[in-house]
């Protein structure tokens, strides 16, 4: 959202003002603390007077003040005031007195803006009027506690979010998706899955895999893997600690020092965990002296790296503390740039044709360029950034990517591409990404011989293919619903005889099963069959096999599909079946 | 060794007084500090004078000295001194008078021991006389410097090593194993490999394993796998750290607490990084309700785990501060201890087998129990603890293991197998392991629902077939001089054609090497001929193809092989043949 241009933005920002005077009339001596824009709406905290709480009649109270006001009409009035006006205006406020207060020794002026008769310190922008919102296409959704500032050490606020959209049909389809989203929720279908765990004695955001997730993970990697394989990508393997003189001279320092895990030992050497794994890629790579025959080298590997979110802000696998990133780094010549990425495209694209995601439509790719009004910011050292972004854009040509260059989106250290991919209710997710780098080898002093026999600094190429695997998990967990194709489902055929008496030819069943490869379990007669058949269903299994009399003479099977279908084979076809399902999904 | 009945610690501590008798012959005023025996000798800690130093011809004077005073002969002479004698008789020896305050209120007597005329502070036991000495049985090794009780803050001594047996001929033969032992340096031969590096941005103790030296570590991997897959383990995954409140749960905490890396993010909450992993895997088997039907439940995970470990004690991949371990925990009922320990005992016997380690005479198995003096001091209810070890004791046996009983061995909580190998050299490795544990399942509340419906505590048994990876490296590159079994090795094949002009087939060759599934590289002619096959020796290739007119004409393949054979063939008839090498190698 450019908040300059969007509309939405300033409906959002309006109405977040138009919250915060609707909360005032229902408690008066609320004091105000920020209302800003967000993702689907906005949120105001507040903190509320002493024994004002607000339940869900409250919600509803201040929803309807709000749509009243709008439906009255406004027009939002700006204004401009010294430091010293702003102070007077706001000393019943503490909160907007300690924003202010930032605006001392400014030279900008401060600004206010009235919105229904309501005055609030605020930069703007906001709609023209009234009539630009539609008081249908907003709606209260919960209250929460927030911290002023985000600061564990002030004061708890109550913070009341909104959804808002410009139209009563965008919020329905948003609450819509939000439901859609809920049942699909990766933490709920992974616990009934029994895919991974969390255990309060190893803590937050640090998820304990299943032999069954575990199971999915080494799926994803082997299938990257076996792509990659062939375009020359070797597997490396590092620690997860490192001296912070590794980051210090990367140049990760600067910007990382606030979210690392710092490590301490019994010596004074300073230790972090890696939160990314390419300075330590680089430390391989100059193990030994390279000619420009050997290049491209192309490390990879999947390993943990480790941030130090905030508590409060992890959320399931989307978000966690140990990020299994399927990391590669590829070091070559200027001249090799375009060979390695188009290979680079080609395992994403192989990849996530297999998953059914790169369909025409459900994604797209991000081209990060510099921005044309300060190129002294980027390193470009005869003109290798403008070719290199160059060589980014023709590719995406010739690919027929559907590619949107987004300037000023670059690092300092080259040009990038991202993949972006819509799931099944419409969100949408950045995953394959490849970046350029023409610092970090210059950092570490990275050489090859060329042709002349003289040193040059070679390029870096950062790729992932899945991102971390935590992330993607939860992405394809709520895409799928749970309903992975069959060639990554943890479990592909469940085996449930109807009876003790048909335990013996179940076992057989099985035994044939896993003989083929098939990756099946059983669950004895010892729970009702129809509570087995909807375990099954609710580990999404996809295909569960009920055996009684009838299978058992004609050696049979019948088989329920996940899609609804009814199967009466022979055991044999059924196999061939799965097998060729799992071929094809693959 | 036991030091009161074993000779040899006896004479090694009866040396370590003469070489402090000759050193202060040479220097009178050196200030003495300790002199224990060791694993293949002795040494002893001085504070040298001021501008005395020991070279090597000080050190031939020395041992010169000390062969004299053995041949010339004396009978150690034991004295009981009170603490206040002690301290008069020591008054000019610094160390001495600081170890002598230990005793200051203690009841024991402090003991002198007179060696050939010089009196020295020690508890014994000594040789009867010098007569049980053989004075070419000795030989002073090195110089090291060495702080004062081990700590960086105390002043740093001078340590002087020697090697000592009871026959020159042991000591011969010492001398020769380290002398093999040097060529076979796994720091040397994975240097020449290229199997792993070590950076200074990252840090000591901190392995880099490159392409080759990951594929190796798969290798290995993924042959325990293939063999504990049909055993029913199933590979799980968890983060690099926990809170400490789990190792304060499961007891490791008091123990392990020094030797920890600690690990410090924004918030209060303690995390260390995991030093083991069975803890985290309680908390998989936890996260559902089990029943006795789904038991043993096996988990096992090839995972880095960080230890504290010493700057100074840190030496290639022998002592690292990130291990792999290649660990395995199984949950199951008493009933289920016999057939579990069976089958992982089974798993280890396969492992080493297929690494031809496991012949008469080059392992053996130590069965740690009880220590019958302190039966209070283990858990044993309902006699468990001594139901396990007649377990353990009867599979060694009906297995034919060469086992032996260690009292005292076994740890509070279980007993345990360890299998011990011999390395080509001689010298021994404790590698596979299986340990019960009683403790930690009840310690994690970790239960499941027996036969009828109650809830009973389900017994742990933990398990490593190759132990750490980077130790179990170290040893196999030491046991075979880099020489692997051919599927083990990260190269299989060379090709070297003789010029320029023979690339083209030998490019065909490699891709036929490589369709049939043999890992192979090329070296074009850009270096001399012989050049390229010392480095195909030095890399340790099993099989180095040399290509020249006479090969391209004939579509065959000079093959040199590893053990000096040279083979002429068809390049079929070679591919064949390697194939059948990997097969009977693995």
Chains 1, 2 share one sequence.
């Not at 907003?138 to 506690?145: C, E, N, P, R, Y």
């Not at 076996?226 to 990760?252: A, F, M, N």
């Not at 495209?345 to 044309?372: A, H, R």
Request: hydrophobic residues 35%; charged residues 30%; aromatic residues 10%.
């Amino acid at each position: 959202m450019d908040k300059n241009k969007d509309k939405l933005y300033k409906i959002r920002h309006s109405l977040a003002h138009v919250l915060a005077k609707a909360v005032l009339e229902v408690d008066p001596g609320a004091k105000l603390a920020i209302g800003p824009p967000v993702e689907d709406g906005f949120y105001y905290d507040f903190e509320l007077s002493d024994g004002f709480k607000i339940g869900d009649p409250e919600l509803k109270n201040i929803q309807k003040r709000m749509r009243k006001m709008v439906q009255k009409g406004f027009e939002p009035i700006k204004a401009e005031l010294s430091y010293d006006q702003a102070k007077e205006a706001f000393a019943q406020q503490p909160y907007k007195l300690e924003l202010i207060e930032e605006f001392k020794d400014g030279e900008a002026p401060i600004t206010t803006y009235e919105i229904a008769g309501f005055t609030d310190l605020c930069e703007g922008p906001h709609v023209e009027s009234a009539h630009d919102i539609d008081a249908r296409a907003f709606k209260l959704s919960k209250v929460a506690g927030a911290y002023w500032r985000g600061d564990e050490a002030n004061t708890m606020l109550t913070r009341i979010y909104a959804y808002a959209f410009e139209t009563p049909g965008e919020l329905d389809a948003h609450l819509e998706m939000l439901e859609e989203a809920k049942k699909r929720d990766h933490r709920k279908i992974g616990k009934e899955m029994g895919l991974f765990t969390f255990s309060d004695f190893v803590g937050g955001g640090l998820p304990l895999f299943t032999p069954r997730g575990t199971l999915m993970r080494e799926l994803i990697v082997d299938k990257i893997d076996s792509i990659q394989k062939q375009y020359g990508w070797e597997r490396v393997t590092i620690p997860h600690i490192t001296k912070s003189d590794l980051y210090k001279t990367s140049g990760h320092w600067e910007q990382y020092k606030d979210d690392l895990f710092y490590v301490k030992g019994k010596s004074d050497t300073e230790f972090v965990m890696k939160p990314m794994n390419c300075p330590h890629h680089t430390q391989i790579y100059d193990a030994e002296p390279h000619s420009y025959k050997e290049l491209p080298i192309r490390y990879t590997e999947t390993t943990m790296v480790y941030r130090d979110e905030q508590a409060g802000e992890l959320l399931g696998l989307s978000r966690v503390r140990s990020i299994t990133q399927d990391d590669g780094h590829a070091f070559c010549t200027e001249d090799q740039i375009e060979q390695e990425v188009r290979s680079i495209i080609s395992i994403i694209k192989q990849f996530y044709t297999s998953l059914g995601m790169l369909t025409e439509g459900n994604y797209w790719v991000s081209l990060s360029v510099m921005d044309p009004a300060n190129p002294d910011k980027y390193m470009n050292e005869n003109g290798i950034f403008e070719k290199a972004e160059k060589i980014l854009e023709d590719i995406a040509k010739e690919e027929k990517l559907p590619y949107k260059r987004i300037e000023g989106e670059a690092a300092f250290y080259g040009p990038k591409l991202d993949f972006q991919f819509k799931d099944a209710i419409g969100r949408e997710w950045q995953l394959g990404t490849v970046q350029l780098d023409f610092s970090m080898p210059k950092r570490f002093n990275l050489t090859y011989t060329n042709k002349n026999g003289e040193r040059e600094t070679p390029i870096m190429i950062h790729r992932a293919i899945a991102g971390s695997l935590e992330r993607f998990l939860s992405v394809i967990i709520e895409h799928y619903a749970g309903d992975f194709p069959t060639w990554l489902s943890p479990e592909q055929v469940r085996v449930v005889p109807v009876a003790d008496a048909h335990s013996e030819y179940a076992h057989n069943v099985l035994a044939a099963l896993e003989a083929a490869g098939i990756r099946a379990s059983l669950k004895e007669a010892t729970d009702s069959l129809g509570k087995r058949i909807r375990n099954a269903k609710k580990a999404k299994v996809p295909y569960t096999l009920v055996l009684g009399d009838k299978e058992q003479e004609a050696h049979s099977v019948t088989a329920e599909v996940r899609n609804g279908e009814k199967l009466e084979i022979s055991l044999n076809d059924f196999i061939e079946r799965v097998k060729k399902d799992i071929e094809s999904s693959a």
